[in-house]
Structure formats: C-alpha cells, structure tokens
C-alpha cells in the first residue's frame, strides 16, 4: 500500500495514470474514495449489498469515462456526479423511481427548528433512507448533490414543478419524522433517568 500512495503524491498524476489504463491507479483510486462514493449510493439505495453493486459499476464508468475529465474543478465532484447518475440509472431500470404525485401531503410545518435538531449525521441519514424513494431521490438530489429542480426534472423525466413538490413532500415528511425521533430518544432517556434513581 505505502508503495502504491507514493505514485501518485498529486490529484494530476493520479488522473494522468488512470487515463493510462494504469491498474494500480485504478485500486488507489478504489481505496482512497469507495466508501466516500459507497455513501452517495447508499442515500439512494437503501440495500447495501445493491449499493455495492452499484458502486463497483460506477467505478468501471469512471475508469471508462476518466479521459473526460478535464481537470476543471473537483475531482471528487466530477467522480460524485458520475457515481449519482449511476445509482439514478439503477433506480429508472431497476426499481422504477416512483414519483407519487397524488401522494397526500405530509402535514405542512413551517417552522425549520428540525434542521438543529439534536440527532447525529447518521441519525439524520438512517431517517432520510426511509422516505418513500421518489423523495428520498429528489431529496439528495437537491439538498445534498446540489442538482437544481431543472438537471432534477432531465435526470428522472419528471417536470420542475414535481420535484419541487417531491422536495416539499420530503422535507414536510423528514420534519415529522425527526419529531417522532426526538420524542422516542427523550422518552428513552427519561425512562433510563428513571431507572437510575
């Protein structure tokens, strides 16, 4: 491993070998960022197994497609956005994303306390792996790959105007859900400040 890490000492030589076909380029770029790039595959697919499955194919259209790469901007960003399009790809042919359109709405709250709610990160990601898929997709998509509602509407054939309600829906659902988080650890720890005394 030390041997491989002191090849390439730069992001450029690094991009350089894999646009070589350079192997061991290719499993230090595996090593350095499959879990950073199986998290990004986790928040859409909630089976790790398949989210594996899903990483290691975005890992081959990275090394097919790193001659596009033109080192304009992030690394990480461009492997990111290429690593996303492919568990999108997944979900349209394999799960068909369901954007529920006539889905009741979840109850409006107005009020974005939830955002400082006292959960972990992962706490916070377990509860957003939960939402329906249609708006656990459009949800990363817009809150955390920073898609706008347009490259939203191209990437899953939907209208703007849905995934700004599928974002709506989301974040109306993700409020009610930290709720019901927040008062099953309160009542956890006073049932354990209970048995204490």
């Known amino acids: 491993m030390v041997k491989i890490l002191q090849l390439f000492t730069?992001?450029?030589q690094l991009v350089r070998a894999l646009q070589k076909g350079d192997t061991k380029a290719q499993r230090h770029l595996y090593e350095k960022y499959s879990a950073r790039l199986l998290a990004v595959c986790v928040r859409y697919i909630n089976d790790r197994m398949e989210?594996?499955?899903v990483m290691i194919e975005g890992f081959m259209r990275i090394f097919e497609k790193i001659d596009q790469f033109k080192s304009e901007g992030s690394f990480e960003g461009w492997m990111r956005r290429l690593?996303?399009?492919?568990?999108?790809?997944y979900l349209r042919t394999k799960r068909h994303i369901e954007i529920d359109i006539d889905a009741p709405e979840?109850?409006?709250?107005?009020?974005?306390?939830?955002?400082?709610?006292?959960?972990?990160?992962?706490?916070l990601m377990a509860i957003i792996g939960k939402l329906p898929t249609g708006y656990r997709t459009v949800f990363n998509l817009y809150a955390i790959e920073g898609f706008s509602h347009a490259e939203i509407a191209e990437q899953l054939g939907i209208t703007e105007s849905t995934s700004k309600s599928q974002l709506h829906r989301a974040r109306a659902l993700l409020q009610e859900m930290v709720k019901e988080?927040?008062?099953l650890s309160r009542a956890t720890t006073d049932v354990v400040n209970r048995l204490k005394k």
């Open 106 to 123: 979840a109850q409006q709250l107005t009020n974005y306390d939830w955002a400082d709610a006292n959960l972990e990160a992962d706490d």
């Open 51 to 53: 989210a594996e499955d």
């Open 181 to 183: 988080a927040e008062n």
């Open 83 to 89: 690593m996303t399009n492919e568990a999108l790809m």
């Open 10 to 12: 730069s992001e450029a």
